[in-house]
């Protein structure tokens, strides 16, 4: 059974970098019929796409975000990864990593449960 | 402002029938790209309940079924039950974005 699980910091300072993990067991991160993602959720708000990776190392970044954004692809841990720079509070969220067909961009079938980032000094 | 529109809010008595619909455009839903729907308990990750606009994965009961149609698709769920009570998300592809798009969410009641 695929789990995904996100790891890293809950609390990030205003004007630095956020970094998260995304750990994926129970299948292969290096299958071509999935992207892998990254989609937050402010407190209180609806769900927003940050971005995909590709096993191969492509990305899409949503262009809201695309200056402050990289997402990586680590295939030899089974992991991908998001780095959000110059981070405000408006960046306060809980940021879910997740598994995508890639099959004409289809169905988000699974999900990690999700982790907090708080930006605040 | 999401791209897929939804209802803030529906509601409906148990054992009623209930509707969300999500109205996207040209470059998403109008497209020809699926539509997905998700379900969020509070506190939890989005769940897929409804998948390629009116396929339910596998434990997900018939009560919810989904269509499409132009630019919108909609979700419904006969016969209502408390356990029903959550978020729901429709989510597709946009090519403006090249990347996934939700809905603003609905937050269904059960009265």
């Known amino acids: 059974q695929l789990q995904l699980q996100e790891s890293g910091p809950g609390l990030v300072k205003p004007s630095e970098t956020l970094s998260l993990t995304c750990t994926v067991s129970?299948?292969?991160?290096?299958?071509?019929?999935?992207?892998w993602g990254w989609i937050r959720q402010p407190p209180g708000k609806g769900l927003e796409w940050i971005g995909s990776?590709?096993?191969?190392?492509?990305?899409y970044y949503n262009p809201s975000l695309k200056s402050r954004l990289t997402i990586s692809v680590d295939t030899s841990k089974n992991q991908f990864s998001l780095k959000l720079s110059s981070v405000t509070a408006a960046d306060t969220a809980v940021y879910y990593c997740?598994?995508?067909?890639?099959?004409?961009?289809?169905?988000?079938?699974?999900w990690g449960q999700g982790t907090l980032v708080t930006v605040s000094s | 402002q999401s791209v897929l529109t939804q209802p803030p809010s529906v509601s409906g008595a148990p054992g009623q029938r209930v509707t969300i619909s999500c109205t996207g455009s040209?470059?998403?839903?109008?497209?020809?790209?699926?539509v997905h729907w998700y379900q969020q308990l509070p506190g939890t990750a989005p769940k897929l309940i409804i998948y390629?606009?009116?396929n339910r994965p596998s434990g997900v009961p018939d009560r919810f079924s989904g269509s499409k149609s132009g630019t919108s698709a909609s979700l419904a769920i006969t016969g209502l039950q408390a356990e029903d009570e959550a978020d729901y998300y429709c989510?597709?592809?946009?090519?403006?974005?090249?990347?996934?798009?939700f809905g603003g969410g609905t937050k269904l009641t059960v009265l």
């Open positions: 997740a598994r995508g067909y890639s099959s004409s961009w289809s169905k988000i079938d699974c």
């Open positions: 129970g299948g292969s991160i290096s299958s071509s019929s999935y992207y």
């Open positions: 990776i590709y096993y191969s190392g492509s990305t």
């Open positions: 040209s470059s998403n839903i109008g497209a020809r790209y699926d």
């Open positions: 390629g606009n009116n």
């Open positions: 989510q597709s592809y946009d090519t403006s974005l090249s990347g996934w798009v």
